[in-house]
């Protein structure tokens, strides 16, 4: 079992940042990739990015130049810097690991981004 946490979330201004961290734990092991998901209110659960275990790293078009993900693999963790806040960033936002065909999710942390 893999067990993934989710911490960083909250309310922020737009324009301001926030850094999101995911804690893995269980049987995680290489050559994984790691991803950020969110969710909106009423609308899909959408990619924001996702980084392979080497480092290579993809983005949404709708993030590209404000978020950056990144990973330790010796901590078993991920991360994702987000600067330049939009309202339209507000969603839950979920960390999940992808190996072997095997999906695990966390269970997510709110961001709010409103005045």
């Known amino acids: 079992q893999v067990q993934l946490v989710e911490s960083g979330g909250g309310l922020v201004q737009p324009g301001g940042s926030l850094r999101l961290s995911c804690a893995a734990s269980g049987r995680i092991f290489s050559d994984n990739v790691m991803g950020w998901y969110r969710q909106a209110p009423g609308k899909q659960r959408e990619l924001v990015a996702r980084?392979?275990?080497?480092?290579?790293?993809n983005y949404a078009d709708s993030v590209k130049g404000r978020f950056t993900i990144s990973r330790d693999n010796a901590r078993n963790t991920m991360y994702l810097q987000m600067n330049s806040l939009k309202p339209e960033d507000t969603a839950i936002y979920y960390c999940?690991?992808?190996?072997?065909?095997?999906?695990?999710w966390g269970q997510g942390t709110q961001v709010t981004v409103s005045s």
């Open positions: 980084i392979t275990w080497g480092a290579i790293t």
């Open positions: 999940n690991v992808f190996r072997m065909g095997n999906d695990y």
